[in-house]
């Protein structure tokens, strides 16, 4: 793939135009790789329905005039604009040094759990990363900081 628009032509997200007489519309390229099509189109569901921000751009979009599907088939240009960026350059994975700092520090599950305001399962499941909660691990990493600044004094 030599440029950003050749992957979005691929993924079938490349925007083509669909215009006649006065109207200036756009339609989603039917060619390209369906999988990765479905794949955008689900990314875009998901977004729609959970991230606050794609959320606004969709009210934004649908006050200025645009319909779902167009909306839709900006968010999955979008979306291969973003992964295109990934595939190029990679991001390194996150720290995952949260469990063996616990337990030389000598906490187990339920007393961290207990001073992190959560059930011993969730914070489990959220310390081996099944589930990716930035807020809670940045809260669950300062705690872990303080503990350490406190058993160093």
Known sequence: MHSEAAFAMLCGAAPL??????TNKYRLNRGGDRAANAALHRIAV??????P??????ARSAAQGKTKKDILRCLKRA??????????????????????????LGHTLATVAAALDCSVMTFSIIERRRVNNRE?????????????TQTAA
């Open 136 to 148: 809670f691990l940045t809260r669950y990493r300062d705690w872990l900081n303080t503990e350490t």
């Open 53 to 58: 921000e794609t959320r606004a751009y969709a």
């Open 46 to 51: 998901v977004r729609l329905g959970m991230d």
């Open 79 to 104: 979306i291969a604009r973003e992964a295109y960026r990934l595939i190029l350059e990679p991001q390194p994975a996150a720290d995952t040094s949260l469990r063996p700092t616990r337990r030389a």
């Open 17 to 22: 135009p669909a215009s006649s007489g006065k």
